[in-house]
C-alpha cells in the first residue's frame, strides 16, 4: 500500500497574509488543501487565490467557535456567546456548553448549511469538511455536520483524532497531550457514525500536527514524515506571515505561522516517496 498525504493548511480566508502563504507553498508543490473559513475577513480574496489555482484542493473549515456568524443570530441562539452576536470565544466554553447538552443540533446544521453555501456561491467545489478547532471530535458535532455534507454532496469529512506515534512527536506538552488523549477517547464513536462506517462519507487512516499545533518547527515536521506509516494521512499545518493583518484578527497562532511556512519549504526532500494529493481525489482512490 502506498503512503499517501494530505496537506492541508487551515484558516484559509482568515487575512491575506495567510493566503499568500497557502499560495507560496502550493506553487511550491508541498501544500495541496486548504480550508476556507466562509465569514473570514479575507474570504474574497482566498476565493481569487483557489479559482486561479484549481489544483488546490479547498474545503469548507467550519467555525462554529470565536466569530461571526453567517445565519441570523436569532436562528441560532444555541451558538451564541455572552453578546448574543458572535459564537463563543473559547473552545473551552463551546465544549462546555456541548457537554451540557445546551447546543442544538438544527443550529449547528444551519450554520454550517450557510457556510458551504457562500463558498458555493462563490463558483467553488467544496472537497471536504473540517471544523475551526476540531470541534467536530465531539459526536453532537460531528452527526449533524455529516448530515450536510450528505445533502451537498460533499465526500469526505477530516478524520480529527491524531495518530498515537504523532502525538508522541507533536512536542505539545503534557497539556496538549492530556487533552488529545482524552478526545480520543471519542474516536469510536466518530467512526461508529453511520456516514463513515458505510464509506458513504471518506476520510482518512488519521491526522497528525494537531499537537504540534504552535510548534511545527522543521525538526518536528522532518521526524513526523520520517515515522509515517504506509496509509493515507492529513497533516494539518497554519502557516502565515505575523504582519498587521494578523494582529487584527483573535488568534494565538502569531509568529509560529512564519515558523510553519518556512517548516513546510523546507519539507521537499521529506515528501520523497510520498504521494500527495487533496480530499477531492479520495473518491477516485476509493474506486480503485
Known sequence: MPTRLIINADDFGLTRGINRSILELHQAGVLTSATLMA??????????????????GVGCHVVLTDGIPLSPPPSIPTLLGPDGKSFRPTLSSFLSAALRGKI??????????????????????????????????????????????EKNGIGA????????????????????????????????????????????????NGTIGISATGRLDAST???????????????????GYNDRDLDAVTTRLRATREVERTALLESSLHLSGLELIHYGKLKTLDAE
Open 39 to 56: 465569514n473570514g475577513p479575507a474570504f474574497d480574496d482566498a476565493v481569487a487565490i483557489a479559482h486561479a489555482n484549481p489544483s488546490l
Open 104 to 149: 442544538n443540533s438544527d443550529e449547528i446544521a444551519r450554520e454550517a448549511q450557510a457556510q458551504i453555501q457562500r463558498i458555493h456561491q462563490a463558483g467553488l467545489p467544496v472537497t471536504h469538511l473540517d471544523t475551526h478547532k476540531h470541534t467536530h471530535m465531539l459526536p453532537s458535532v460531528a452527526r449533524p455536520l455529516l448530515n450536510v455534507a
Open 157 to 204: 469529512v477530516r478524520n480529527p483524532f491524531e495518530e498515537p506515534w504523532s502525538l508522541a512527536l507533536g512536542k505539545g506538552g503534557w497539556i496538549r497531550g492530556l487533552q488529545v488523549r482524552l478526545l480520543h477517547s471519542l474516536r469510536k464513536r466518530f467512526e461508529a457514525l453511520p456516514q463513515i462506517r458505510s464509506g458513504s462519507i471518506l476520510t482518512t
Open 221 to 239: 515536521l522532518r521526524a513526523m514524515l520520517d515515522a509515517m506509516p504506509e496509509g493515507l494521512w492529513e497533516l494539518v499545518c497554519h502557516p
